[in-house]
């Protein structure tokens, strides 16, 4: 499928799908996960044919909610990750790696506002975010057209605390824009 017809599914999906998932989930709130959701992984599947039309070395930007980090922990890593002590009690370790490793910056943001200043003040050619479905498709929907490649988060102990991901689906994904 020629790149521009991708560029014109995600105009639809960010323009027409995601305003009628909102209409719907306001009838049937008990069914607003899964439409965001669902909207989350249709803007997963049309970013991926586009990653072959990023500029040569693209940009990336890892953009992380804060509530990966241990409830307990005293570091403040939303300044930078590298105060982090690598404990390895969350995933945030996981993360110093990658950074150490492939050089991409990784931004822990308290909310959706702090989460678009940081897609705004870097101006990433693509970004790979986790968050909770809510927060993905409303960063996805507001950062457009930036690129946000989003990874739900895991809850094992309710929202906003002590949440996790899978370590293997980040990589994954970084693994395609290498
Ligand atoms: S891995 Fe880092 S952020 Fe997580 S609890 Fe340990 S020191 Fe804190």
Redesign the pocket.
């Known amino acids: 499928m020629k790149i521009k017809l991708y560029f014109l599914f995600r105009f639809l999906i960010v323009y027409f799908f995601y305003p009628l998932m909102q209409l719907v989930s306001f009838i049937f709130p008990k069914r607003r996960e899964p439409w965001q959701a669902l909207f989350i992984k249709l803007n997963n599947t049309l970013l991926f044919p586009l990653i072959k039309n990023l500029p040569l070395n693209p940009k990336i930007l890892i953009l992380l909610p804060h509530c990966l980090?241990?409830d307990d922990?005293v570091?403040r890593?939303t300044k930078s990750i590298k105060n982090?002590?690598?404990?390895?009690?969350?995933v945030?370790?996981d993360f110093v790696d990658i950074q150490d490793k492939t050089k991409i910056p990784v931004a822990v943001a308290t909310g959706g506002t702090l989460a678009r200043k940081a897609i705004r003040e870097e101006r990433p050619d693509f970004v790979v975010a986790c968050a909770c479905e809510r927060d993905l498709a409303t960063g996805i929907y507001d950062a457009y057209p930036f690129m946000v490649y989003g990874i739900l988060n895991k809850r094992p102990n309710g929202p906003c605390v002590n949440t996790t991901l899978d370590i293997k689906e980040f990589e994954a994904v970084l693994e395609k824009l290498s």
């Not at 982090?84 to 969350?90: T, V």
């Open positions: 980090q241990f922990c570091f890593i982090c002590a690598s404990c390895g009690k969350c945030i370790k």
